[in-house]
């Protein structure tokens, strides 16, 4: 019987995986701008504190967060991005960032204690 196709022979990809179309970027889950070359998966309640639940962010964006909030506050927080956005760093950096290239990245200046 003879084979359908040959075991050692010329890879032609199908057309339809050929012309997939790219998926769209998800979004930052803190400042919403879309996701860059690099993208962090963010506990959003730390694994110390029993999050499971990751989201998308920048590498900046979780710098900052990390730089600005303790576990305890980000425990407090939780999913609530409104929350975080309500912090006046946190707002200021946001606002800064948002007119950056999603691949921007820098130094998260740490906060005054």
């Not at 890879?11 to 701008?33: H, I, T």
């Not at 029993?50 to 999913?79: K, W, Y």
Request: hydrophobic share 35%; with cysteine; glycine share 8%.
């Amino acid at each position: 019987m003879a084979r359908k196709h040959r075991k050692h022979g010329p890879y032609d990809a199908p057309e339809s995986e050929a012309e997939a179309p790219a998926a769209p970027a998800a979004p930052c889950w803190l400042c919403g701008r879309g996701l860059g070359t690099t993208t962090v998966w963010h506990h959003p309640v730390p694994k110390s504190r029993g999050g499971r639940d990751v989201v998308p962010m920048h590498p900046i964006c979780q710098q900052t967060l990390i730089a600005n909030f303790t576990n305890s506050e980000l425990q407090r927080h939780g999913m609530d991005v409104d929350g975080l956005l309500a912090d006046p760093a946190i707002r200021k950096f946001v606002d800064w960032v948002a007119k950056k290239d999603p691949d921007f990245t820098a130094t998260a200046t740490k906060k005054q204690r």
